[in-house]
């Protein structure tokens, strides 16, 4: 740390390491006098006096950055004076454990927190990189903050889950720092991306029947999807179904969801009430009315989600399943497998994918994998399942092998991961395109659902396919318009027959077959 003059200047500069990184600093003090040949040569007195001057300048601009590098105790001060309480500026690499702690109305979940840990975990890694020596959350700059959405956008993620990074930063922010103000915040200038949204599908009559068949002897998860189809209650919302909100005598079901903290209130279809009652028998009466359900959703909702789609793989034959992949060559798998890694370039997944194929080709079991690698059973068999279906050849071994499931998404046009148009969820927007369309007003199906608005109920879940459509609206609108004012099927069919003669009888005939088609 010194003075310095440069040549075609008239002011004195000091000259401060900062992070490990030096940085030069006009230390607004004018060089007057003659200036000397050298900068550590002395020169008249007037010279003297203005290098004695930018010494005190200096010196105090290093015990600025010396007691306050990030301006934290100013910051701090200020925070105090306005908010009445003591504030701390939390560590860089801290900020996963500060976002868990902060006061909500109701904790997250497990899955929204964990992903949430890996956003935070990611950017404050970027930020340590990208800009040097950074410790203190505070003193992160915008510039940092737009390079780290640049490398989300440039990971291939969707619009949606770019969104999500986005807010949960910018609202960390806002939460760690509430003495920012919107201009302070380093992701307050950042504009959110248009979304693509993909909506679930619903099934069909018949192949609700085709569901409820193939499930028929499962006990496990037979009773979640009856109740799923009959209440168009959420996946959460009926493993944790309790006692205390059914009312068999009454035949209703009102229970406070999840999600929106609504209180529903639903009738008890047939259906359901069979269901609920050899659950009763059961359990007594008492507690969940499916515990094994409850128990897997608390500790593994996953789980849930894999054993519907087995199902909805099983009625619907989404795809052809993978003992009818061919079988190659263990040279021949490994070949193309790596071929597929090496297009997914460097990253973490990718290396896990890696490692996970490397010790699976090389005939480890699943659990001896899942102990090499580090990665969940889950992940495993997903990593194995990608590459199998993306190289066309048979990977997985045994004869005990889960269902395809491949026709229950369809691709997106950005994202790294393909979207669900068939799973638990679909029950649900089955349930309200059902009510809708047979003429149930919508103020009940939003008493069932639990839907605030009426918008959100039209735009996501009001999904008929085009027939129904079609005769949900000539069924509604005037008769005139929706037979284009033709004469009635009876009139025109007695009209036929009394002009009928030997030579048209023919086509009378189908004229008349034609007609009674639609009687």
């Known amino acids: 740390m010194s003075l310095e003059i440069r040549k075609n200047s008239r002011w004195w500069y000091g000259t401060f390491v900062v992070n490990g990184k030096k940085t030069v600093v006009n230390l607004g003090v004018p060089i007057t006098g003659k ?55 939390p560590k860089l690499a801290d900020l996963p454990r500060h976002w868990a702690a902060i006061p909500r109305r109701k904790p997250p979940g497990g899955a929204y927190a964990k992903q949430c840990r890996i956003t935070l975990e990611r950017f404050a890694a970027f930020a340590a990189d990208h800009q040097r020596g950074v410790e203190e959350f505070v003193a992160i700059k915008p510039e940092t903050a737009k390079a780290f959405m640049d490398a989300e956008a440039e ?124 659950a009763r028998a059961a359990t007594g009466g008492k507690g969940f009315c499916f515990p094994a359900a409850a128990e897997m959703y608390r500790n593994n909702p996953d789980g849930i989600t894999w054993r519907v ?25 490994r070949a193309r497998g790596f071929t597929y890694l090496d297009r997914l370039g460097v990253t973490s997944k990718a290396e896990r994918m890696r490692a996970v194929f490397t010790a ?89 659902t639990g839907h605030r608005t009426a918008e959100v109920v039209l735009k996501h879940y009001f999904r008929p396919g085009r027939e129904d459509f079609r005769a949900a609206i000539f069924k509604a609108m005037p008769k005139m318009l929706a037979d284009g004012g033709q004469k009635p099927a009876k009139t025109a069919i007695r009209e036929i027959i009394e002009g009928v003669t030997p030579r048209t009888w023919k086509n009378d005939k189908s004229r008349i077959l034609e007609l009674l088609d639609k009687v």
């Open 35 to 89: 200036r000397p040949r050298k900068r550590t040569m002395t020169g008249d007195d007037e010279f003297e006096r203005s290098r004695g001057r930018a010494m005190e300048a200096h010196d105090k601009q290093l015990r600025k950055l010396t007691e306050d590098r990030t301006g934290e105790k100013t910051l701090a001060k200020l925070a105090e004076l306005k908010t009445g309480r003591e504030v701390t500026f």
């Open 155 to 278: 990971r291939g993620v969707s619009p949606k889950t770019w969104n999500d990074a986005l807010k949960l930063l910018r609202a960390t922010f806002k939460h760690l720092h509430p003495h920012l103000t919107d201009g302070m915040n380093p992701f307050h200038g950042l504009v959110t991306k248009a979304t693509e949204t993909v909506n679930r599908e619903p099934f069909t009559v018949e192949e609700l029947k085709a569901i409820t068949e193939a499930c028929s002897s499962d006990d496990f998860i037979r009773p979640v999807i009856v109740t799923g189809m009959c209440t168009a209650m959420r996946r959460g919302d009926c493993c944790l179904l309790k006692w205390d909100d059914v009312d068999l005598d009454a035949g209703f079901i009102t229970v406070k969801t999840a999600k929106t903290g609504e209180t529903v209130d639903i009738p008890v279809f047939p259906m359901l009430r069979e269901e609920l009652e050899r």
């Open 309 to 333: 789609k087995q199902v909805l793989a099983k009625a619907l034959e989404t795809a052809p399943q993978s003992h009818a992949l061919p079988v190659e060559t263990a040279e021949t798998v």
């Open 360 to 448: 699976y080709m090389d005939g480890q079991t699943l659990d001896q994998v899942m102990a090499a690698t580090g990665c969940s059973r889950g992940a495993v068999s997903g990593y194995l399942n990608e590459i199998e279906r993306d190289t066309g050849c048979r990977i997985i071994r045994g004869n005990r092998r889960a269902l395809k499931t491949d026709g229950l998404q369809t691709e997106r046009e950005t994202g790294k991961r393909r979207a669900s148009v068939r799973d638990f969820h679909s029950f649900r927007v089955t349930w309200i395109t059902l009510a809708l369309a047979a003429g149930v007003p919508l103020e009940l199906v939003q008493r069932v």
